[in-house]
């Protein structure tokens, strides 16, 4: 059976979960938060760094973590993870070459069909990486992706969630992942690491507001499952490695306690989101902080040494 034969009926089975959009909402954030415009174009190549001729490159693709949004400046940045990570990786190839594509506030629609960030020369984010792999055949050693958290952006509207909105979201998700990871994956051919990221969730935050934020954040927790199910599904249909960030910022572990300054005993996976994203500032913002990317890149950089040993 082919991929895209069982993606009708993956989407049907997440769809049906519309819990998961409680993850999804609070990773998704305003669109409008931060709009990247990348520059690349696609008719000229970064030149070599020495003699030995056309450099390698890592191609990086996604929302606004892979742009590197911070809401105390308002603007994308390069604290990213994707930047974090290609520092490490430059250590071992001084060529190395960034091709930093994310988009702030892209689903997987807009990264297939363009409408939100432009790219010179390309007609969407995808368009754009499938376009530059193709150029660059056997030069590019590392791609990259997170998408998916903002498919169900819109879907809460005066603090309620609209389910059939939530349903369709994930279930694009479901459809819409294989479909990108798969046209990389062809554009790429063999030699480059592909490897893309599911979810922390920011929504843990609300722990902190007492009983009733307690069983909404257990329930968050839980229910993300099917969101990062569905992505997690696409990446391996499209031959990408999984970099588990769910599991590294302790997602699911609420029996382990951390002492959070200015508040005491909480369950680790609250004390995570609150040290490494700014929900726990004034700012209440879902994205990462440059600590919270450094240990996104870690698990990125993880994920290429194993793939590499194998």
């Not at 931060?34 to 030149?47: E, G, I, N, Y």
């Not at 742009?67 to 105390?72: E, I, L, R, S, W």
């Not at 979810?199 to 507001?209: E, K, N, R």
Request: aromatic share 6%; glycine share 10%; net charge negative.
């Amino acid at each position: 059976m082919s991929a895209r034969s069982r993606l009708p009926r993956l989407a049907r089975t997440l769809g049906a979960v519309t819990g998961a959009a409680l993850l999804a909402l609070s990773l998704a954030g305003p669109a409008s938060a931060a709009t990247h415009t990348p520059t690349l174009d696609l008719s000229t190549q970064p030149a070599a760094a020495d003699h030995h001729g056309q450099p390698d490159y890592y191609v990086s693709l996604g929302d606004s973590l892979a742009a590197g949004y911070q809401p105390n400046v308002g603007h994308d940045t390069d604290v990213s993870y994707t930047d974090q990570l290609y520092a490490q990786l430059k250590q071992h190839d001084p060529d190395l070459v960034h091709i930093k594509l994310g988009c702030s506030g892209e689903t997987t629609e807009t990264m297939i069909d363009g409408g939100i960030c432009s790219y010179p020369g390309a007609t969407s984010q995808l368009d754009a990486a499938v376009q530059f792999l193709r150029a660059h055949r056997g030069h590019v050693r590392y791609v990259t992706l997170d998408i998916g958290a903002n498919d169900v952006d819109g879907c809460l509207a005066s603090g309620s969630i609209d389910l059939a909105c939530a349903a369709k979201g994930i279930a694009t998700v479901g459809v819409q992942v294989p479909e990108i990871t798969a046209a990389l994956h062809a554009a790429g051919g063999g030699r480059p690491q592909y490897a893309g990221m599911n979810y922390y969730d920011p929504f843990l935050a609300v722990w902190l507001t007492g009983p009733s934020g307690q069983q909404a954040a257990r329930l968050s927790a839980t229910l993300g499952v099917a969101l990062n199910g569905a992505i997690e599904v696409g990446l391996k249909l499209g031959g990408f490695h999984v970099a588990d960030v769910a599991t590294a910022f302790s997602t699911l572990d609420f029996t382990d306690q951390a002492t959070l300054p200015g508040v005491g005993q909480v369950p680790l996976n609250v004390a995570r989101i609150c040290e490494w994203t700014w929900e726990c500032t004034p700012y209440h913002d879902i994205h990462a902080t440059p600590t919270g990317h450094a240990v996104i890149a870690g698990v990125f950089r993880d994920v290429f040494r194993d793939s590499h040993r194998r």
